[in-house]
């Protein structure tokens, strides 16, 4: 599997109770390896997937890092190097009194930097399935590379998958926009948030219905809620959450995604890899940072 998308670094600040504005609130931070495409690729190979690999774009304050984390995480990385932008930051603001829900500030840095020429046809050599990060889609370089992305896949048969990733940043985009950039894509993974933007509906059921009209398979991650998988204009499965203490969700959607496409790939039906997602989304919240545990 080739993931494509963003590489960045998390500053990871647990606190409890609202934030104190102009003075201090006590937390527990951490700076960790992320980035939405980084996280599903590194939740694909711990779930089993034996090739994966990324493509991203960082700066060289961090790069030499976050390629050895992702060589640690069973992932091959082709990190391109930016001579100018640093690598992204995001500060994750969680609150451990309100179900460990997180606020982000993003710094997107080389992230979306990403460009055409920075994609090789070679890339997709062996490779049975290509996975976008929906952050893509959010700068005007990225948004080419995609295109160019998509259309080398689909002239080799390869399916594509994509992770709208932000309801914030598609609200500024707008719902047209975004789906005129994912055509050619046969299975989306949108949050409840991300569905219910994308459809203008207030239940996620009948969004992820609506969706999948347009694209082959839809995959609507709803949380504690679990998951539903709907084809053809209906909803085909609910899949029930799997209990969980959360600590930090981020990164529970990556998780998610990455058990779903490395079960998609074993040969599993949806249903069965959105099962295996509610089960890597469960693991993930009850770790600090949105990657997996390392193997022993």
Not at 53 to 63: E, I, K
Not at 155 to 164: F, I, K, Q, T
Not at 179 to 185: I, N, R
Request: glycine share 12%; with cysteine; net charge negative.
């Amino acid at each position: 599997m080739l993931v494509v998308g963003d590489v960045v670094t998390d500053v990871v600040a647990r606190h409890r109770g609202p934030l104190a504005s102009g003075t201090d609130t006590a937390a527990v931070i951490r700076t960790v390896p992320g980035g939405a495409g980084a996280n599903v690729a590194c939740w694909a190979a711990h779930w089993g997937c034996q090739d994966v690999r990324l493509l991203g774009r960082v700066g060289s304050d961090a790069a030499i890092w976050h390629e050895r984390e992702l060589i640690a995480s069973g992932v091959c990385p082709r990190l391109v190097l930016d001579p100018e932008a640093p690598t992204g930051t995001v500060i994750c603001l969680v609150d451990s009194e309100a179900a460990a829900e997180r606020t982000f500030l993003t710094d997107s840095g080389a992230s979306l930097r990403l460009e055409p020429r920075d994609w090789s046809d070679a890339l997709l050599d062996g490779v049975a399935r290509l996975h976008l990060s929906g952050y893509l889609l959010f700068s005007e370089p990225s948004r080419a590379l995609v295109a160019v992305a998509v259309a080398a896949a689909r002239a080799r048969g390869v399916p594509v998958s994509l992770d709208p990733a932000s309801a914030g940043f598609l609200a500024a985009l707008g719902v047209d926009g975004f789906l005129s950039l994912v055509e050619g894509v046969e299975v989306l993974l949108p949050s409840r948030d991300e569905a219910c933007l994308l459809t203008g509906l207030p239940d996620p059921a009948d969004a992820a219905a609506k969706l999948s009209r347009h694209i082959p398979l839809v995959v609507a991650r709803l949380g504690v809620g679990g998951a539903l998988v709907a084809r053809g204009g209906r909803v085909a499965a609910r899949v029930p959450a799997v209990p969980a203490t959360p600590r930090d969700t981020t990164g529970a959607g990556d998780a998610f995604t990455g058990a779903f496409l490395a079960t998609l790939l074993s040969g599993g039906e949806p249903e069965a890899a959105a099962a295996e997602g509610c089960r890597a989304g469960a693991l993930a919240v009850e770790r600090v940072g949105g990657r997996p545990p390392e193997a022993g």
